[in-house]
């Protein structure tokens, strides 16, 4: 390793939508006058891509093009998805399209096309090892990142000011954790690299895959439409623990719980509170599916029964209670909760559309967790640090849903949550920077 780490006044860890928003935001306020630190990001994929293995035919986004990297924020941005547009030569076909709603696979476009901005301050291709703290008398004084590049070769970087936005880990279901590794088994995060390894291209002929895919929401009915696509002759069993498929809740009133208002209300309330409100609007997002994607697959399913075929199955109140690997594919045990039964079935494949999991620190941090004055972020996304010196702080993007609600690990204020660590930042930097003048004037 390099005895001297390269040196950045900001660092952030990941390269997605997060930190692609923050890094307009610090772009934005280093434009419009001092102090004007200098900042830096680390991103593992060798390139920018957003959720690149779920960009299928005909999956649209579930929010609104203006809340996109920049527009609530600043509407006038010239990283607007509609600048976007006009730069690509489509503002007006994509109006005549008269949705708010764009595909995921041009959303990712947009995305991409930001962040072509700031490839001269991404590194890419580095993975975070570790984070870890660089002492002063005693006290945090920076942080150094310990990263690896593509070849394994060791990269440190230093900061007085970090931005963790690394995302979540795949949650995978706890009987099937022993298959870790196994091409067979593929998390939504990897489907379609996943899925192509392992069935290969579809056939006309030979033997009709029985497929099985975990999961009540979004992306598991997508999935599964899909496969049933893709891979024509394929028998595909959807296996979900409720009784039913359940809509998404998107009505007017209950979707102020994604306005940039409610992170205040959610945030000042009681923590038993908080809990409740996050709870009772999970019908938002968690193991929801679009009312028109269920209206189609619930018209799959009929038509299917017409024919008198069963290429689909809804599978409800079950749980895969087992998962072994055998030559033939993956066994599965399915446990029917309402009828007590229970019966085994070998699948080519298993997808998990089973979300995300997100620790209230990430692990990346554990070196640092001595200089951890609690582990809850304040209202500006910022770990309380002791002892630190004043120009060094710890913000979190995407891991205090406990404590700012539902909109902390989408997309749905992006901008003013990046405008918010941005600011905070930068009036750190200008009260250290104005103390230190007057301690020079009468050296």
């Known amino acids: 390793m390099p005895d001297q780490p390269a040196t950045d006044d900001i660092l952030g860890l990941g390269f997605g939508p997060a930190n692609l928003s923050l890094a307009i935001a610090l772009r934005d306020a280093v434009a419009a006058g001092p102090p004007r630190p200098s900042f830096r990001f680390i991103e593992r994929q060798e390139r920018f891509g957003w959720h690149r293995a779920m960009m299928l035919p005909g999956a649209d986004m579930q929010i609104s093009f203006v809340k996109d990297l920049v527009s609530l924020r600043d509407p006038t941005s010239p990283f607007s998805f509609l600048n976007y547009l006009h730069t690509k030569g489509r503002l007006t076909t994509f109006l005549n399209l008269k949705t708010f709603n764009p595909s995921r696979i041009e959303y990712n476009d947009y995305l991409s096309w ?211 690997a055998t030559p033939d594919g993956l066994d599965a045990t399915l446990h029917d909760a309402v009828a007590g039964s229970q019966d085994r079935q070998v699948y080519a494949a298993v997808i998990c559309a089973t979300g995300y999991a997100r620790a209230t620190v990430p692990a990346i941090l554990d070196p640092v967790r001595p200089f951890l004055a609690g582990e809850v972020a304040d209202r500006h996304y910022r770990l309380p640090l002791d002892p630190a010196e004043a120009r060094v702080s710890l913000h979190l ?32 930097e200008r009260a250290a920077r104005s103390a230190i003048r007057p301690a020079a004037m009468h050296q």
């Open 114 to 324: 930001a962040a072509e901005h700031f490839s001269d301050v991404v590194a890419y291709g580095e993975t975070v090892v570790a984070v870890h703290p660089e002492l002063r008398d005693g006290r945090l004084a920076a942080f150094v990142v310990e990263a690896r590049d593509g070849a394994g070769a060791p990269r440190l970087r230093r900061c007085r000011h970090l931005v963790v936005a690394a995302g979540g880990d795949p949650a995978i279901p706890e009987p099937f954790a022993a298959l870790r590794g196994d091409p067979r088994l593929i998390h939504s995060s990897a489907y379609l690299p996943g899925i192509a390894k392992a069935l290969g291209a579809p056939r006309l002929d030979g033997p009709e895959p029985r497929l099985l895919v975990v999961g009540g929401g979004q992306s598991a009915v997508e999935i599964v439409t899909d496969l049933g696509q893709r891979y024509p002759r394929a028998r595909i069993d959807l296996a979900i623990r409720a009784p039913a498929l359940k809509p998404a809740d998107d009505s007017p009133f209950v979707n102020e719980i994604f306005d940039p208002a409610a992170v205040d209300l959610v945030h000042g309330a009681p923590e038993p509170v908080r809990a409740d409100l996050i709870a009772a609007h999970r019908a938002t997002n968690y193991a929801v599916v679009d009312a028109d994607l269920i209206q189609s697959f619930y018209a799959t399913l009929y038509d299917q029964e017409v024919r008198g075929e069963t290429r689909y199955r809804l599978r409800r109140n079950t749980r895969v209670t087992a998962l072994t």
């Open 397 to 428: 993007q995407g891991f205090s849903e406990p404590t700012h609600g539902l909109t902390e690990t989408l997309l749905s204020i992006l901008p003013v949550r990046a405008g918010a660590i941005a600011r905070t930042i930068l009036a750190e």
